[in-house]
Nanobody, 117 residues
């Protein structure tokens, strides 16, 4: 059974930082592209960033230079360091695992990030 434990969300002031974590179990972590998506109220879910097992990364243009995705394959965990947060970053952030060769995808339940003064 695939499970994700997401943590690190919360309320932060504009310009602040948060670090999200997603610990995965039930998958062979090294085989998966790990990513963070977000969904703001009334908006479509969008990719924030993802990282392959070889550490190649991909970022949405709106977060490039502010967010950093990383993974620790020994801990089956993916991280999202978010700096210089803006109110428009407010959303539920959801962890995702994709096995590209088979088209498999698994989703976490999400953690809420609120950027507000």
């Amino acid at each position: 059974q695939v499970q994700f434990v997401e943590s690190g969300g919360g309320l932060v002031q504009p310009g602040g930082s948060l670090r999200l974590s997603c610990a995965a179990s039930g998958i062979f972590f090294n085989d998966y592209v790990m990513g963070w998506y977000r969904q703001a109220p009334g908006k479509e879910r969008e990719l924030v960033a993802d990282i392959a097992s070889g550490d190649s990364t991909n970022y949405a243009g709106s977060v490039k230079g502010r967010f950093t995705i990383s993974r620790d394959n020994a801990k089956n965990t993916v991280y999202l360091q978010m700096n210089s947060l803006k109110p428009e970053d407010t959303a539920v952030y959801v962890c995702n695992a994709r096995r590209l060769i088979y088209g498999w995808a698994y989703w976490g339940k999400g953690t809420l990030v609120t950027v507000s003064s």
